[in-house]
C-alpha cells in the first residue's frame, strides 16, 4: 500500500529577501550607531565660566552659541537621515519579500482503516495474512527472520484485485465492494521435491480461509524450486560460501590486486561479490555466477576479471560447490587448483593491479571534476506553483484538471494505475508494467550469459526514496510505499512515489495568423500536465517510470534508463562486444525491452481493434486534362482475431494506425469513439531466436492485441528469471488461443526497447537524453473537439487597431506574488523504515 505524506519536513528555511524587524541601524561600514543622550544642565566643555556683568554678554558668547547650535542641527539630521533609511529599507523589504506560495487544492492521507479496491494492502492487512498462514500449523511455516534453506516460510505477501467483472459493479453502484484478498508467496524448502506454493488468503483484514492458486496462465501445474527468485535466506548462505572462498583465494586477491574480502579495511582494500542470472544454462538449474568487483563508488566500472559460480540447487547448502572458476579469461574447476597455479612460476597468467589503475578511482564517481563552466554555482529554474498544487489527492485516489485515478505499488513490477477517467468516463481500467529486461552478449562467462528479467527482481521492491530537487520537482507530494517481502514484518519505502504538475515549456498547441497587413492573432496553451513518478534501481541501471496526463485527453507512458553500464574485464575477445571505457574495462552491447498492460474501455468493455492502413494509389487528375496523380488513402480494418492482431501485424509493413475502438458509439459527426496507440518506442527484439529470452516473448510484438481474460492478469511472473529456457508463463499462449477480438473486452500489450551500445560518454553513467521511450494513449474521434479547449490557461492575443494588443488570458494572471517554498535534497533520508502499526 501507499501512504501519503505531505512532502518530507523541511530541516532548513530559506529566507527570501529582507525580514522586517531584522534590519540594525548600522553606519557606512555597519558599526553600530553611538547613542545620542542629552542632558540638558550640561554645559558644553567650550564654555569658560567668567565674571559677567548685568546686560552685557560675555566676549565670544555668540560664537559659542553659533557653534553648538551647529553641533547639534548636525547630529539631528544625522539621526533622521539615518531613521529616513530604515524606513526607506523596511518599505523595500515589504514590497521584495513575497509571501510563500500557499499550498493549493487539497492532499488526504490514506484512511488505513478503510482500504478502496485499487489500494495496495495495509500494514495491519499484511500481518493479519502473515499470522494467519503462521498459525496454520498443516503448512509447517516457520517465520522469514528463522528460515533456513530446507524450510518453509512466507517470502512476499500481495495484494490480489477482485475480478473485474465485480469491481466494475462496484463502481457503477450496484453491487458492495469485494471482498480484500491477499496472495502469499511460499517457498517449500522442506518437501521432496521442494517447490514454490501460492496462496489466496482471505477476506481482510480477518481471514478466514485460505486455498492453493492456479493459474491456467501457467505451463506447469506446479513452480520449479529452481525458477524461484533468490531471497535473503538463500543469499545469506551463499554469502557465507564466498566468504570461505576468499579466505582461501586471499593469495591471489593480495597478490593481483592487493585487496581481500575477508580480512579488508572498507573503503580502503576491498573487493565486493555480486551474483548475475539467469543461474545456469538450461531449465531445472541453479548455477550462479559471481564475479568481483573494487570496492568503491561506482564499483561496476572496476570489474577484477575473477568470476565464480556456485551450484545450489539442493536445499541443504552442504550439498552446495563450486563447479567453475575463471581468474583473467582462464577457468578452473576447483579454487585448489587456481590457488596452486597462482602460486607456481609461468603457470597461468596473472593480472597485475599496477595495470588496472588501481589509484584512479575517481573516474566511476559522480564527484563534481574538471573545469566549471561558471565562476561561481548558481541555481538553475525551478518549478513554481504561483496558487498552489492544482490537483486533489485523496488517499491513492488523484484528480487533476478533467482527470480521475487510482494509483498502487505491486511488489514485483511496480507503480500500477487504475481506473483512468477523462471528463468522468472511463478511458482505462489499467496501465501497468509488466516487465523490464536487458539482455546482453559478450565472451566472459559472466557478461556472457547476463540476461535479466527485472519483474524478478521485485522492481516495487526496489524503488528508491526519491531526492525533492533532483529526481522530482520541490513542488512534488512524495508518498511512501508499505511492503511484505523478503521479511518477516512490513517495510516501509519513503517518498517513493511522487506526484507533481509540470510544464513541458512547450505549447500544448499554439497558431499565429498572419497577412499582408501583419498579424491578425495569436492563440495559444501551455503543456501544463500531471506526472506520476516511481525510480526503481536493479542491478546498476535506474529506471525512472513516468505516467502523464494532458489536458488534450491524452495518456503518455515514459520510461527513461539511467544508471550505471554492466563492464567486464577487457578480455581480447571482448572487443567486439564493446568499447573500451577505461583501462581493462569493457562495457558491452545490450538492448533494454519494456512491456506494458494496457486495459482500454472505450465507452464499456465491448470494443474492436482496427488498424488504418495506409498506402498510396494512383489517380487522375479532375480538374486537368491527362494529369495524373500519386495520392495517399487509408483503409480501416477491422482485426478479427488474436493471431490477426499480433504474428499478422508484424507483417504489415504499411503506415498504419492501431486504433481501439467502440463500433457501437459513435461521436457527433457519426465517427466510432476510439483512441488511439501511437508507440514512440518500437524497436527489433534482436535476440528473438535465443533460447534463453523465450519467457520474453512479449518482445516480439510492438503491440499485440488480445481479449482480456482475468487469469491473463501478467504478461510475465517473478519465476521467468531463474527459469526462462521453459518459462512457467509463456506469453504467446495468450495469442494462440486466436480468441475472437470484435465487440469484446481488450487489452493492449505495448512494447518499447533501447539498444545501447556503450562509450565513454557513460561515465560515470548513462544520462537520460537518449534513453527515454515512450508511447501515447491519443484520443480518436472520441471528443467533438480537442477538450483542452475548457482550459482556464488559455491565450488569446489580437491587435488593437488604435495600436497596442488586446489580451485575453480568461482570467488567469502571469504574475507570481508568492515564493515557492524550498524543498531540496537535504531532506532526503535513504533509509528503509519499519510502518507504524
Avoid at 47 to 62: L, W
Avoid at 397 to 407: A, E, I, L
Wanted: hydrophobic share 35%; glycine share 6%; net charge negative.
Amino acid at each position: 500500500m501507499i501512504d501519503v505524506s505531505l512532502g518530507p519536513s523541511l530541516s532548513r528555511k530559506r529566507t527570501y529577501g529582507l525580514v522586517p524587524g531584522s534590519i540594525k541601524q548600522n553606519g557606512a561600514h555597519g558599526d553600530k550607531s553611538p547613542e545620542i543622550e542629552q542632558d540638558p544642565d550640561r554645559v558644553p566643555e567650550s564654555f569658560t565660566m567668567t565674571s559677567i556683568k548685568d546686560g552685557q554678554a560675555p566676549e565670544g558668547g555668540k560664537r559659542c552659541t553659533s557653534l553648538f547650535v551647529l553641533k547639534l542641527t548636525t547630529i539631528i539630521a544625522s539621526v533622521l537621515c539615518v531613521i529616513f533609511l530604515v524606513v526607506v529599507i523596511i518599505l523595500a523589504v515589504i514590497k521584495l519579500d513575497k509571501p510563500t506560495c500557499v499550498p493549493g487544492f487539497s492532499v488526504v492521507p490514506r484512511n488505513l482503516d478503510n482500504p478502496q479496491v485499487f489500494d495496495g494492502l495495509t500494514p495491519k492487512e499484511y500481518l493479519s495474512a502473515r499470522d494467519y498462514l503462521l498459525n496454520d500449523k498443516t503448512l509447517n511455516l516457520v517465520p522469514f527472520s528463522q528460515a533456513i534453506i530446507n524450510s518453509s516460510y512466507i517470502y512476499m505477501i500481495d495484494h490480489l484485485m477482485p475480478l473485474k467483472d465485480a469491481v466494475l459493479k462496484y463502481l457503477k453502484g450496484v453491487s458492495k465492494m469485494p471482498e480484500r484478498t491477499a496472495k502469499a508467496i511460499i517457498i517449500r524448502g522442506d518437501l521432496n521435491p521442494p517447490r514454490v506454493e501460492e496462496y489466496i488468503v482471505g477476506p481482510l483484514p480477518n481471514p478466514t480461509y485460505h486455498k492453493l492458486a492456479t493459474n491456467p496462465s501457467f505451463t506447469k501445474s506446479r513452480i520449479p524450486y529452481s525458477a524461484k527468485p533468490v531471497d535473503d535466506v538463500e543469499y545469506g548462505q551463499l554469502y557465507a560460501m564466498l566468504f570461505n572462498i576468499s579466505v582461501d583465494l586471499y593469495p591471489l586477491l593480495y597478490g593481483s590486486y592487493k585487496l581481500s574480502y575477508h580480512n579488508c579495511t572498507k573503503g580502503v582494500d576491498c573487493l565486493v561479490w555480486f551474483d548475475i542470472a539467469p543461474r545456469g544454462r538450461v531449465s531445472g538449474e541453479r548455477k550462479t555466477w559471481f564475479w568481483s568487483f573494487r570496492d568503491v563508488e561506482g564499483f561496476y566500472l572496476h570489474p577484477l576479471g575473477l568470476e565464480i559460480q556456485i551450484d545450489h540447487l539442493s536445499t541443504d547448502p552442504k550439498e552446495w560447490k563450486v563447479t567453475k572458476v575463471v581468474y583473467n579469461g582462464q577457468m578452473f574447476f576447483e579454487v585448489e587448483d587456481l590457488v596452486t597455479r597462482y602460486k607456481g612460476v609461468n603457470l597461468l597468467r596473472k593480472i597485475n593491479y599496477e595495470t588496472l589503475g588501481a589509484r584512479e578511482y575517481l573516474y566511476s564517481s559522480y564527484n563534481r571534476r574538471g573545469q566549471s563552466e561558471m565562476p561561481d554555482p548558481l541555481q538553475g529554474p525551478k518549478l513554481v506553483e504561483p496558487d498552489g498544487r492544482r490537483y486533489h489527492i485523496d488517499g491513492q485516489h488523484v484528480s487533476y484538471m478533467h482527470w480521475d485515478f487510482n494509483f498502487k505499488m505491486r511488489p514485483s513490477t511496480g507503480l500500477q494505475i487504475f481506473d483512468v477517467r477523462f471528463q468522468e468516463e472511463r478511458i482505462a481500467y489499467e496501465i501497468s508494467l509488466q516487465d523490464a529486461v536487458v539482455f546482453y552478449s559478450g565472451f566472459g562467462p559472466v557478461q556472457g550469459t547476463s540476461n535479466y528479467f527485472d519483474a524478478s527482481w521485485m522492481m516495487g521492491a526496489t524503488c528508491n526514496e526519491l531526492v525533492p530537487g533532483v529526481d522530482c520537482p520541490e513542488t512534488a507530494v512524495f508518498f511512501d510505499a508499505d511492503l511484505l517481502t523478503n521479511s518477516h514484518k512490513p517495510w516501509k519505502i519513503k517518498n517513493s512515489v511522487c506526484v507533481f504538475e509540470d510544464t513541458a515549456n512547450m505549447p500544448l498547441r499554439r497558431h499565429f495568423t498572419n497577412s499582408a497587413k501583419g498579424y491578425r492573432e495569436y492563440g495559444g496553451l501551455v503543456d501544463y500536465h500531471l506526472v506520476v513518478r516511481t525510480i526503481t534501481n536493479i542491478w546498476n541501471y535506474d529506471y525512472i517510470f513516468d505516467y502523464i496526463f494532458h489536458q488534450n485527453g491524452a495518456v503518455q507512458v515514459r520510461t527513461s534508463a539511467t544508471g550505471y553500464v554492466q563492464a567486464t574485464y577487457a578480455l581480447y575477445q571482448e572487443r567486439k562486444f564493446g568499447y573500451p571505457i577505461y583501462n581493462d574495462v569493457v562495457a558491452n552491447i545490450h538492448q533494454h525491452l519494456f512491456n506494458y498492460k494496457v486495459d482500454l474501455d472505450i465507452n464499456g468493455v465491448q470494443n474492436s481493434y482496427a488498424t488504418l492502413d495506409v498506402s498510396t494509389q494512383k489517380s487522375k487528375v479532375e480538374w486537368t486534362k491527362g494529369a495524373y496523380k500519386t495520392e495517399m488513402i487509408f483503409e480501416k480494418n477491422i482485426q478479427q482475431n488474436e493471431l490477426d492482431a499480433g504474428p499478422g501485424q508484424l507483417n504489415n509493413t504499411k503506415p498504419k494506425y492501431d486504433i481501439i475502438l467502440n463500433e457501437h458509439a459513435t461521436s457527433k459527426f457519426k465517427s466510432e469513439r476510439g483512441y488511439r496507440i501511437l508507440n514512440h518506442g518500437k524497436v527489433k527484439f534482436i535476440l528473438e531466436e535465443s533460447e534463453v529470452t523465450k519467457a520474453a516473448n512479449w518482445a516480439k510484438y510492438p503491440l499485440v492485441i488480445t481479449k482480456y481474460h482475468d487469469f491473463e492478469d501478467m504478461s510475465t511472473s517473478i519465476y521467468a528469471q531463474n527459469d526462462p529456457w521453459d518459462p512457467l508463463l509463456d506469453f504467446d499462449k495468450f495469442i494462440q488461443n486466436n480468441d475472437s477480438i470484435v465487440n469484446t473486452d481488450l487489452v493492449a500489450w505495448v512494447t518499447m526497447g533501447v539498444l545501447h551500445i556503450p562509450h565513454t560518454e557513460d561515465v560515470p553513467s548513462t544520462t537520460t537524453p537518449g534513453s527515454q521511450v515512450n508511447f501515447f494513449l491519443l484520443p480518436f474521434n472520441y471528443f467533438t473537439e480537442c477538450p483542452s479547449v475548457s482550459s482556464p490557461n488559455t491565450v488569446k492575443i489580437r491587435p488593437k487597431q488604435e495600436g497596442g494588443i488586446d489580451l485575453n488570458t480568461y482570467g488567469t494572471t502571469f504574475e507570481s506574488k508568492c515564493v515557492q517554498k524550498s524543498n531540496g535534497p537535504e531532506t532526503f533520508d535513504g533509509r528503509i523504515h519499519n510502518v507504524d502499526l
